[in-house]
């Protein structure tokens, strides 16, 4: 199942780079559902290039509902956080729609390209249970993670 989550990411990023729309084409946009508003604690994960290991640092975390998670790009980039839909709790994947800004697709955050660069995820609302990621452009050389929401 995650071959076929890795395929479609790297078919959109292709989409994506194709072309561009005119502005009489594009579809008009659609807001999406606002976050609920974090309250909790704010977690700190650095994306890095450690020899030939690309690494989330910590690869498991946990936190509780409500708190913040900051991905910084500390070296390796580009870097990003994508979550499998399949290894979500029930009912996370709109919590985490609604919590991540600047999607690729469902549940894959933007690329973190600058040094130092951060992208940040809410956990305001979501639910318990564990949550597995990784890195879109370092799946296939085993940049992943887990985090682990309580509540």
């Known amino acids: ?8 990411g790297m078919a959109l990023v292709l989409a994506a780079c194709s072309g ?13 559902p606002a976050a609920p508003a974090a ?3 704010v977690h700190n994960v650095d994306m890095v290039l450690e020899g030939t290991k690309y690494l989330y640092k910590p690869a498991t975390l946990s936190i509780k509902a409500g708190d913040i998670v ?5 070296s390796g980039g580009p870097h990003n956080v994508a979550f499998w839909a ?7 994947a709109a919590v985490l729609e609604a919590a991540m800004p600047d999607q690729m697709s469902p549940l894959n955050g933007a690329f973190v390209t600058e040094p130092d660069a951060v992208y940040e ?3 305001a609302g979501a639910p318990v249970g564990d949550y597995k990621y990784y890195c879109l452009p370092h799946l296939a050389v085993g940049m992943v993670a887990k985090l682990t929401v309580t509540p």
């Open 1 to 8: 199942m995650r071959k076929i989550y890795m395929a479609a």
């Open 20 to 32: 561009e729309k005119k502005a009489d084409e594009q579809a008009p946009a659609q807001a999406a």
């Open 39 to 41: 309250t909790g604690t």
């Open 70 to 74: 900051r991905f910084h790009n500390r």
């Open 86 to 92: 399949d290894s979500v709790p029930a009912g996370a």
């Open 121 to 123: 995820v809410s956990f």
